[in-house]
């Protein structure tokens, strides 16, 4: 095999790699050739069923984990049976533990050997999974490493099968995000597909383990905002979702979670007040439960000590809760299924009353410490139990309530969460999948609506990644701001790459050569010249070799794309360019802010039609609002700015701001403004790029 040269002239000599890398790296490279060529329904018929399978697969991964790791802590050595719902055995009688003074011990024990693998080997497995994902889908799509998808299934398992309180939707979502960060990093998709597949991951991993495919899939379209959906993610979820269920369901059995609960027939409007006590119940509920949970993750963040120490000190105070309450252990579900028929009655009404509480509290201190889990189901377990208190309590006095209080329960599932967690579509198309109850839909739709409005009013949700709508994403900030980027090529605004070295070059040479080329990080190539990812030379110091500290999961752009894809990469990446890579994934160029700005402006300039005479030709400029301006604090339609000045965008902190007459400029807002040169007031105020 020949050397590969690098750009200071040296050259190295590549030792061959197996055959078999080798045919998995040609296999990445053409599989990523036919994708970029193919149709959207083409493409994402594909990569969904990918995804779908990972999904039903680390779905049954998961759930035989925590099946087993329950069994075993609690089953075993705390002599305790957790109730199950009908999906999972159906076994509702639990007795008192065999040895109840092990208890806190047991939970105790578990979260610290989960946060002793969490915070040693992969940190970003924290908390509750899903808020991740999110924050990965938003900011870095590429960036899921594999290894905090197996410690969260770990971890997770310990967690909650040693009687923490937490879901098991956060680590099955991470697992099929995890798959689909790593598909967009072998496969080189773009960051908009990138995004798609990461977000695609985490509605198949929930819609699979909850058996609620549709749900799942609609969840991935709605959890990423706040108040928006992205239709871009439905079709791939769509796909995913479905395959993802059917594998898991064919291993765990189709039946719904909770079994089928369509006795319910709305035929009376006076219910409705019912349902809207819920909602409002549940909205409140809520924003306590969102309230709690992250004011329990500030003060953990403030504790001396290590921080693996926390979650075992919220475990055994979690422990203690469960010799008084034992329906605060694991994941809650059982209790949800004795609460949606007559055996609510066999349960005492101070624990009904007191559990919504009693599980905010538990998951708080389990998943709030650092510990391991999802906080979607205790939501769902939390807003069940404030349906079985409304039913409980006016029942007796209000016969026309009916008898049966499943109706009441699953409103309370879909109104509690439905509304802190900003997905109110998606929740009530899952729990309404998980019991098997459509007939519910339409009084549930007034109860989730005033969920959803009162925590809507408060501005306030269960992920805190969540933007407010897709305004907000890099994407749209880059293309309201700068139109144009997405008519340029990368291909004219690259420049040749200043250094490349191959993946068997010494450290120390590598060291030396990136500081002969001025550069902080280079790309780094195989020997058939096809890239591997890109190196730091602060990373160097002390590595055995570049292959034990080259960044494989490295934004990259592609000849083919357009500058705005090019300058979202950058903003996710570490080092200050990303290469330029062919479809044989062959480093051609690197494309920094820099060249994209320059190649911008001529395309702007050449863009705009200027006025009569060679002085008239305009400019394009920076213009930050200085506190004493006198147009600042002032609309637009003022008139304020100088004669011939256009605004184009205004930046606002992270924000990038369409302007209009009505737009009031705020010191530190940073303008991008046309103007021209000849305007003598223009050229006292602008200050070019």
Request: glycine share 14%; with cysteine.
């Amino acid at each position: 095999m020949g050397p590969v040269t690098a750009a200071n002239g040296k050259q190295t000599h590549q030792r061959p790699r197996p055959a078999r890398d080798r045919r998995a790296r040609t296999l990445a490279v053409a599989v990523s050739s036919r994708l970029a060529s193919a149709s959207y329904v083409r493409k994402w018929l594909v990569l969904g069923v990918v995804i779908g399978v990972i999904a039903g697969v680390g779905a049954i991964v998961f759930y035989e984990a925590l099946t087993l790791a329950s069994r075993l802590l609690l089953g075993h050595l705390v002599g305790y049976r957790v109730p199950t719902p009908v999906g999972e055995g159906g076994f509702l009688h639990p007795r008192s533990p065999a040895r109840p003074w092990l208890l806190p011990i047991v939970v105790g024990g578990g979260s610290l050997v989960a946060a002793l693998l969490v915070f040693r080997v992969a940190p970003e497995a924290e908390g509750h999974g899903t808020d991740a994902a999110i924050s990965a889908v938003h900011h870095d799509p590429r960036g899921v490493r594999l290894r905090a998808v197996v410690v969260k299934i770990v971890a997770s398992a310990l967690t909650i099968g040693a009687g923490g309180s937490g879901g098991r939707e956060g680590p099955t979502g991470q697992i099929s995000a995890g798959f689909g960060s790593l598909l967009a990093r072998v496969l080189d998709l773009d960051p908009a597909d990138a995004r798609i597949a990461v977000a695609t991951g985490i509605g198949s991993g929930i819609g699979s383990i909850f058996s609620a495919p549709l749900g799942g899939a609609v969840l991935a379209a709605e959890i990423l905002y706040r108040d928006d959906f992205d239709p871009a993610a439905l079709l791939p979820s769509f796909i995913a979702s479905a395959v993802g269920y059917v594998i898991f369901a064919g291993v765990e059995g189709f039946q719904p979670l909770f079994g089928f609960h369509n006795a319910y027939r709305f035929d009376h409007p006076g219910q409705l007040l019912w349902f809207a006590l819920i909602g409002l119940l549940g909205g409140l509920i809520g924003l306590l439960y969102a309230k709690s949970f992250y004011g329990v993750v500030g003060v953990v963040k403030r504790l001396p000590g290590p921080k693996w120490m926390w979650p075992a000190v919220g475990g055994v105070l979690v422990g203690l809760m469960g010799l008084a309450v034992p329906q605060v252990l694991g994941t809650g579900y059982g209790w949800v299924q004795e609460g949606l028929g007559r055996q609510l009655l066999n349960i005492p009404l101070w624990i009904v009353l007191v559990l919504p509480l009693a599980r905010i509290l538990a998951t708080s201190l389990s998943i709030g410490t650092g510990g391991s889990g999802g906080i979607f189901g205790p939501g769902m377990v939390i807003g069940a139990f404030v349906g079985a208190a409304v039913w409980r309590l006016f029942e007796p006095h209000f016969p026309s309530m009916g008898h049966n209080p499943a109706a009441y329960v699953i409103v309370g599932m879909m109104a509690c969460f439905g509304g802190i967690s900003r997905a109110p579509l998606a929740v009530m198309l899952m729990v309404a999948e998980m019991t098997g109850s459509l007939s519910v839909i339409p009084p549930a739709m007034v109860g989730v609506g005033i969920s959803w409005l009162i925590v809507r009013r408060a501005d306030d949700t269960m992920y805190r990644s969540q933007l407010a709508d897709r305004r907000g994403t890099r994407a749209a900030q880059v293309l309201v701001g700068l139109p144009l980027l997405a008519t340029v090529p990368v291909r004219r605004a690259m420049r040749p790459p200043r250094l490349v070295l191959g993946e068997t070059a010494d450290p120390a040479d590598a060291v030396a050569a990136m500081e002969a080329a001025g550069v902080p990080a280079a790309p780094v190539v195989d020997g058939a010249g096809r890239f591997e990812g890109t190196v730091n030379a602060a990373d160097l110091p002390g590595a055995r070799s570049l292959r034990t500290v080259v960044d494989a999961a490295a934004p990259v752009t592609s000849l083919d794309a357009q500058l705005d894809a090019g300058l979202e990469a950058l903003t996710i990446t570490r080092p200050a360019f990303v290469p330029v890579l062919d479809r044989g994934r062959r480093v051609h160029g690197t494309l920094a802010v820099s060249d994209v700005v320059r190649a911008y402006r001529a395309e702007l300039l050449a863009s705009l039609t200027p006025a009569d005479g060679p002085s008239a030709a305009p400019v394009v400029s920076r213009l930050e609002a200085e506190p004493d301006a006198p147009w600042v604090g002032h609309p637009l339609r003022d008139g304020l700015l100088p004669a011939g000045v256009i605004v184009t965008a205004v930046q606002r902190g992270d924000t990038v701001l369409t302007p209009d007459g009505g737009t009031v400029i705020q010191p530190g807002d940073r303008l991008s403004i046309i103007g021209p040169v000849s305007d003598s007031e223009s050229s006292d105020v602008l200050s070019g790029l």
